[in-house]
């Protein structure tokens, strides 16, 4: 099946939780010095967007909920300082579209392959499989692992029913 996340349509917020928490301009400015990236009004600006919202973003909904505040080139370039600096995930569900989240707690997403509505999952895979992965890889260490889940929403399955 085609995955529909691709075409950027309009995101349908399905579950409020909120990466890493509405946090204080000045814990923002502390976070950014930490990663080694001067606490500009811009950066600021839009860690504070990433860490407010709801779900994984792409560059242009960041854009506008940002109000004018940076254009997408800039937004691009402190995208890739916030993910190099551990301050924020790259996500790519598809091909053609990136989202960003802020970094919180570790978790994975079950995304609509209809409207591309994303929620969030706490619930994450036994450990044991990183280990086995590693031997298996013949790797020193697994730091990290990325697992998605693609399906439908019960409005879309109501739809197409
Ligand atoms: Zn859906
Ligand atoms: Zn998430
Ligand atoms: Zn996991």
């Known amino acids: 099946m085609r995955i529909s996340v691709a075409n950027g ?12 928490g509405m946090k204080e301009t000045a814990t923002i400015t502390a976070d950014l010095k930490q990663a080694g990236l001067r606490a500009t009004k811009q950066r600021v600006a839009l860690l504070a967007l990433l860490r407010g919202a709801p779900m994984p973003l792409g560059v242009e909904d960041l854009v506008r909920k940002g109000k004018n505040s940076f254009d997408t080139a800039t937004a ?9 600096g551990g301050l924020v995930r790259r996500l790519a569900f598809s091909r ?8 919180g707690t570790h978790h994975h997403h079950a995304i609509c392959t209809s409207c591309a509505t994303i929620v969030d999952v706490e619930a994450c895979l036994p450990r044991t499989l990183d280990e086995r992965v590693r031997s ?4 020193a260490s697994i730091t990290d692992h990325a697992l998605e889940f693609f399906g439908l ?9």
Not at 76 to 84: Q, S, T, W
Not at 96 to 103: I, K, N, P, S
Not at 136 to 139: E, I, L, Q, R, S
Request: overall charge positive.
């Open 9 to 20: 349509s309009h995101v349908e917020i399905v579950k409020m939780r909120y990466h890493g």
């Open 76 to 84: 691009y370039r402190m995208l890739e300082a916030f993910v190099e």
């Open 96 to 103: 053609d579209r990136t989202l960003y989240e802020a970094q």
């Open 136 to 139: 298996t890889a013949g790797f």
């Open 153 to 161: 929403c019960k409005a879309c399955s109501r739809k197409q029913s």
